[in-house]
């Protein structure tokens, strides 16, 4: 019951949700995150962090950048058809359903190297202090 509590409490917060949908479309450093949301890379952090310590997640570290993604494969029974809820709730929603558009429009695609997406990644400070970032 435990798990159950501690995924419901993560999921309490719409922003989380519209975060959890983001990362079930495709695994995402948090600078995509707060591009797709607009959003302040503090908060993408947090919410991350939160659904990961609730278990849906999976991270990784490229240099200092991490990396999120759903691996619903490992996740308990229960998270799963929390999962599968999110995804059904996001097919009508129309607010989720901006953001996976933003974030097809935000993600460095097959044809970046490496190097450009930390590129991309290392000029966020910079347009968040001039306004064109985050909230």
């Known amino acids: 019951m435990d798990e159950l509590v501690k995924a419901a409490k993560s999921l309490s917060d719409p922003q989380r949700v519209r975060v959890l949908n983001l990362l079930m479309q495709r695994e995402c450093c948090v600078c995509q995150v707060m591009e797709a949301l607009g959003i302040s ?8 962090h939160a659904l990961l310590d609730a278990g849906f997640l999976k991270m ?6 991490r990396h999120y993604r759903v691996d619903a494969a490992s996740c308990s029974p229960t998270l ?8 059904e709730a ?8 901006t953001d996976v558009q933003r974030l097809v429009l935000c993600a460095p695609g097959a044809e970046h190297t490496p190097s450009e997406h930390i590129a991309h990644c290392q000029r966020w400070p910079e347009q968040q202090r001039s306004g064109r970032g985050g909230k």
């Open 41 to 48: 890379e503090v908060n993408a952090s947090r919410y991350c």
């Open 60 to 65: 990784h570290k490229e240099g200092r950048w």
């Open 80 to 87: 799963r058809a929390m999962l599968q809820s999110v995804r």
């Open 90 to 97: 996001a097919k009508s929603d129309p607010v989720m359903i």
